[in-house]
């Protein structure tokens, strides 16, 4: 059964950092693209950052310079550094992975990230 299990949400003030991880289980990680989306209230998720098997990352234009989307294969992880955060950053964050050969998506349930002003 694969499983995604994100942590690392919380509440941090305006200009803080946060580190967000998602550790998958009952899978082949090395093999899949990894995505992280997040989804505010009374919006649509949005994808934030992406990182490919051969570790190819993309942001969305609203936090480049700002996150960061890694991957640990050995640890079957993958991690979203999140520095400079803003108000607008609030949202639930959700960890997906995504394999281009089935085109399968796998989710997290996702976990809360606030930031005050």
């Known amino acids: 059964q694969v499983q995604l299990v994100e942590s690392g949400g919380g509440l941090v003030q305006a200009g803080g950092s946060l580190r967000l991880s998602c550790e998958a289980s009952?899978?082949?990680?090395?093999?899949?693209?990894m995505r992280w989306y997040r989804q505010a209230p009374g919006k649509q998720r949005e994808l934030v950052a992406s990182?490919?098997?051969?570790?190819?990352?993309n942001y969305a234009d609203s936090v480049k310079g700002r996150f960061t989307i890694s991957r640990d294969n050995a640890k079957n992880t993958a991690y979203l550094q999140m520095d400079s955060l803003k108000p607008e950053d609030t949202a639930v964050y959700y960890c997906?992975?995504?394999?281009?050969?089935?085109?399968?998506?796998?989710w997290g349930r996702g976990t809360q990230v606030t930031v005050s002003s």
């Open positions: 990182i490919t098997r051969s570790s190819s990352t």
């Open positions: 997906n992975m995504y394999t281009e050969y089935t085109g399968t998506n796998w």
């Open positions: 009952g899978i082949i990680f090395i093999t899949k693209t």
